[in-house]
């Protein structure tokens, strides 16, 4: 459903004060639900970036759930299922 996840982001994300956080999250393990709507939306709002989840989590955590930058949850990794996170600042 990559055309609606996109579509949900882009009519909030001007709901997002400046400083807020907007997350993103899916039950899914596909890039093209993740990581290529993550990339479409920071094409289309510069004035988000991406908050590295090890800056919520902590370094250790983050690297532990995910790359350190975003959350990813697998099945045969973290006994769940497969999940997908980014949580996203508002600059201006």
């Not at 807020?20 to 094409?43: K, P, Q």
């Not at 510069?46 to 800056?55: I, T």
């Amino acid at each position: 459903l990559p055309s609606l996840q996109a579509q949900i982001l882009d009519r909030f994300a001007p709901l997002v004060a400046p400083g807020g956080r907007l997350v993103y999250a899916t039950c899914s393990l596909l890039e093209d639900e993740n990581d290529r709507v993550l990339a479409g939306f920071l094409e289309r709002h510069r004035e988000f970036a991406v908050l590295p989840v090890a800056a919520i989590l902590g370094d250790q955590r983050a690297e532990q759930l995910g790359d350190g930058r975003v959350l990813k949850l697998y099945p045969h990794v973290h006994d769940t299922d497969g999940f997908y996170a980014v949580a996203l600042t508002r600059e201006n």
